[in-house]
């Protein structure tokens, strides 16, 4: 099983990154995708889920109107593009495999936002 984060990077306020989450070694349409985050010194935090077939999609109050989370089934990969970025935004982004009778996560990559 693979589960790889790609897309983190610098970027200043206001900016706008899009992650990437590549999937491989599991029926990724079983799953429900989601996103976490962790900054410096907190616990690990949902940001945004979608369902297997992208009926329906939920988001962290923080990031609402902001983020916008998708899959793509056919190519097992789901996104999350992050726009109008905030300092707060900084934290290293997880992507998270949810199945009936497995987990999944990835390594994680870093978002900071800084001027």
């Known amino acids: 099983v693979h589960v790889v984060e790609s897309g983190g990077g610098l970027v200043q306020p206001g900016g706008s990154l899009r992650l990437s989450c590549v999937t491989s070694?599991?029926?990724?349409?079983?799953?429900?995708m989601k996103w976490y985050r962790q900054a410096p010194g907190k616990e690990r935090e949902f940001v945004a889920g979608?369902?297997?077939?992208?009926?329906?999609?939920s988001y962290a109050d923080s990031v609402k109107g902001r983020f916008t989370i998708s899959r793509d089934n056919a190519h097992n990969t789901a996104y999350l593009q992050m726009n109008s970025l905030k300092p707060e935004d900084t934290a290293v982004y997880y992507c998270?495999?949810?199945?009936?009778?497995?987990?999944?996560w990835g390594q994680g990559t870093q978002v900071t936002v800084s001027s």
């Open positions: 998270n495999a949810n199945g009936y009778d497995n987990n999944y």
């Open positions: 979608i369902l297997r077939s992208s009926v329906s999609s």
């Open positions: 070694g599991f029926t990724f349409s079983s799953y429900v």
